[in-house]
């Protein structure tokens, strides 16, 4: 049974949406938790990666495309995403299931690339 390319696209734009905003909720809780500043630099700049994931998502920008061109590409948005789940997996509950999520719904991206 074939698959609809535009369904699967759509499932993938929540499904992103929806991983930016797993890791900006953890990396903020782990920024007020543990707040050092080495910590805090390395965690702002996983929430500004998942800040433009989201921003991919929701808004077409000439200067995202220009500068992060990556980012519209399965693969590119699948590499992102396998990489922020694998950065942000921890050994609390909610940060396993956070990046399991991030990181299977990568690798799901990386093989639609393959297909489409």
């Not at 369904?7 to 707040?35: A, M, P, Q």
């Not at 200067?63 to 990556?70: A, C, L, M, P, T």
């Not at 789940?85 to 799901?108: E, Q």
Request: hydrophobic share 55%.
């Amino acid at each position: 049974m074939p698959v609809n390319p535009r369904t699967v696209n759509i499932f993938f734009k929540y499904s992103n949406i929806l991983c930016g905003l797993f890791v900006i909720i953890h990396e903020t809780l782990l920024i007020i938790d543990y707040f050092n500043v080495r910590l805090a630099v390395i965690y702002s700049g996983l929430v500004l990666m998942s800040l433009l994931l989201i921003c991919v998502n929701l808004i077409a920008n000439e200067w995202i495309q220009r500068y992060f061109g990556f980012l519209y590409a399965w693969e590119g948005r699948g590499s992102l995403l396998v990489y922020l789940g694998c950065v942000i997996m921890d050994d609390t509950n909610y940060s396993l299931a956070s990046g399991i999520f991030c990181a299977v719904i990568g690798i799901g991206q990386i093989l639609v690339a393959f297909c489409y």
